[in-house]
C-alpha cells in the first residue's frame, strides 16, 4: 500500500519533471514573417479605413442609390410594357375606324336592314334608337340579339340576301370551324342557327340568335 | 507551488490589466501600433497554446494570423470595445480566441491524423533540437527522449478538455485562475481536469514508456 504510494508519488513527480523539459524544449516564437504579414495587412486596412468615418456618415447613400436605382428600372419596365400594350390597340382600332369608314356601321340603323360584311362577325342588338338616357334601351323580345357571321366566300359583288332564311342545326366544332367564339367545352352540341341565302343561293351569312338555343340529342 | 506567487501574480496582473486597458483605447482609436505591440505582447502564448493543441508548427501559425486578424477587424468594424477589461485579461480574450479556432480547425479537418506521423514529423525534430545537448549522458539522454516522446503523444492523445488544461497550467505556466478565465469555467473544475488528465498521462507513461525505451 505504501510502496504504490510511493510509486504513484515516484510517477508523478517524474512527470512533472517531464513537463518542465517539454515546456522548455516548446518555446518557439512565432515566425518573424507573421509579423511583417499583419503589419501589412494592418496599415492596408488603415489606409482602406480612413475614409471610415465619412463612410459611416454617409451610410445612408448606398441604399439609398439602390432604390433610386430600383425604382428607375421599375418606371422604364412599367412604361415598356404599358407602350407595348397600348400601341397595338391603338394602332388596331386605328385600323380598325379606317375600315369601319368604307364599312356599313355595325349597329344597323332604323331605316337600313342589317348588312353583313364577309368574314366579319357582328352582333345585331335590334334597332338603335335615340339615347335619350345613359341607360341602355330595353331590347325588344320580338327581336332578339344576334351574331352574324358573314361567309368569306361569298361574292360581295352582288346585293345582300333578298332575306330568305333557312333555318339550320349546326355543331358548336362547325361554328368554331367558322371563326364564331362559342364554347369549345361541347363540341359535338347542336345549337340552332339561321342561314342568309343570296340571290344566287348560296349563303351569305349565318347568324345565331343569342342567347345561343341548343338541341336536345336524341338517345 | 501554484497558489505561492499568488501576491506576486496579483501585482504583476494588475499592471498587465492597466497596460492592456491603455492598449484596449488605443485600440479604439485605430492606432495601428497599438495593434502591434498587443501583437508583440501576446504572440507568444497564443502561438505555443495553439502549437500544443495542433501539433503542427504550419497550423499554429496560420492560426496565431487568424487571431490577430480577428483583433484588427473588431478594431476596424468598431467591436473592439466589446471586450471588458474588468471581466477578464485581454490575454485570456486572445486565448479564447485561439482555443475556439483550435476547436474549429479540429472539426474541420475531423480526421484523426496518426499520431506517430505527428511525433515523428518535423515538429517533434524541431522540439528535440534543444533537447541533444553535448557533455550528457548518452543513456540518460535516450531515456529521457524516449519519455518526452510518450508524453508528447499522450498530451496529444488527451481528450480536449483536459488537453487545453495541461497545456495552459503546465506548458504555458498559467495559473488556475488564468486557466479558469481562459476556459470560462471554475478554478475547482481547473483543478480537476488537470488531476485527472495527469493520471491518464502518468498511465500512459507508465504502459508505454518501457516499450519505448526498449525499441
Not at chain 1, 517531464?18 to 524544449?25: F, I, K, V
Not at chain 1, 361574292?155 to 364554347?183: D, F, H, K, Y
Request: proline share 7%; aromatic share 4%.
Amino acid at each position: 500500500m505504501r510502496e504504490s504510494s510511493q510509486s504513484k508519488a515516484a510517477e508523478r513527480a517524474r512527470l512533472e519533471q517531464l513537463l518542465h523539459r517539454l515546456r522548455d524544449l516548446s518555446q518557439f516564437d512565432p515566425p518573424p514573417a507573421l509579423r511583417e504579414r499583419l503589419e501589412d495587412l494592418c496599415s492596408r486596412r488603415m489606409t482602406g479605413q480612413s475614409s471610415g468615418p465619412r463612410a459611416t456618415r454617409l451610410f445612408w447613400l448606398r441604399p439609398a442609390l439602390a432604390a433610386l436605382l430600383m425604382a428607375i428600372a421599375v418606371a422604364l419596365t412599367a412604361g415598356l410594357l404599358t407602350h407595348r400594350w397600348t400601341v397595338p390597340r391603338l394602332r388596331s382600332r386605328d385600323q380598325r375606324l379606317q375600315a369601319g369608314r368604307d364599312l356599313p356601321p355595325i349597329l344597323p340603323s332604323a331605316d337600313s336592314p342589317p348588312r353583313s360584311v364577309p368574314g366579319r362577325i357582328t352582333i345585331n342588338v335590334g334597332p338603335a334608337g335615340r339615347l335619350k338616357s345613359r341607360r341602355s334601351p330595353p331590347v325588344p323580345k320580338s327581336d332578339p340579339a344576334r351574331m352574324v357571321l358573314s361567309l368569306p366566300y361569298s361574292n360581295s359583288e352582288i346585293a345582300a340576301g333578298t332575306g330568305v332564311t333557312i333555318r339550320v342545326s349546326m355543331s358548336q366544332s362547325e361554328l368554331i370551324s367558322l371563326g364564331l367564339p362559342v364554347s369549345a367545352m361541347v363540341a359535338d352540341r347542336h345549337v340552332v342557327a339561321d342561314l342568309t341565302l343570296g340571290d344566287d343561293g348560296l349563303p351569305r351569312a349565318i347568324s345565331l340568335p343569342l342567347p345561343l338555343e341548343y338541341l336536345m340529342e336524341k338517345k | 507551488m501554484l497558489w505561492s506567487g499568488t501576491r506576486k501574480r496579483t501585482k504583476r496582473s494588475k499592471d498587465v490589466i492597466e497596460s492592456d486597458a491603455d492598449l484596449l483605447a488605443r485600440l479604439k482609436k485605430r492606432d495601428e501600433r497599438a495593434f502591434l505591440a498587443l501583437y508583440d505582447r501576446y504572440r507568444r502564448p497564443v502561438y505555443r497554446f495553439l502549437m500544443h493543441m495542433t501539433g503542427s508548427f504550419s497550423t499554429a501559425e496560420e492560426l496565431t494570423q487568424e487571431v490577430f486578424v480577428a483583433i484588427l477587424d473588431a478594431m476596424c468594424v468598431g467591436t473592439v470595445g466589446q471586450f471588458d477589461p474588468g471581466k477578464g485579461s485581454m490575454e485570456g480574450y486572445l486565448m479564447g480566441i485561439a482555443r475556439n479556432l483550435a476547436r474549429e480547425e479540429h472539426r474541420r479537418v475531423n480526421r484523426l491524423q496518426p499520431l506517430d506521423t505527428v511525433v515523428e514529423s518535423p515538429e517533434w525534430d524541431r522540439l528535440m533540437e534543444k533537447f541533444s545537448q553535448p557533455g550528457q549522458d548518452a543513456s540518460m539522454l535516450l531515456t529521457t527522449h524516449s519519455e518526452l516522446k510518450v508524453l508528447y503523444r499522450a498530451i496529444l492523445e488527451l481528450p480536449a478538455h483536459y488537453r487545453e488544461v495541461v497545456i495552459l497550467c503546465s506548458l504555458e505556466e498559467k495559473s488556475y485562475q488564468q486557466a479558469a478565465a481562459v476556459l470560462r469555467c471554475s478554478e475547482g473544475t481547473i483543478a480537476s481536469r488537470m488531476n485527472r488528465a495527469k493520471a491518464l498521462l502518468a498511465a500512459k507513461l507508465r504502459r508505454l514508456a518501457p516499450d519505448a525505451v526498449n525499441s
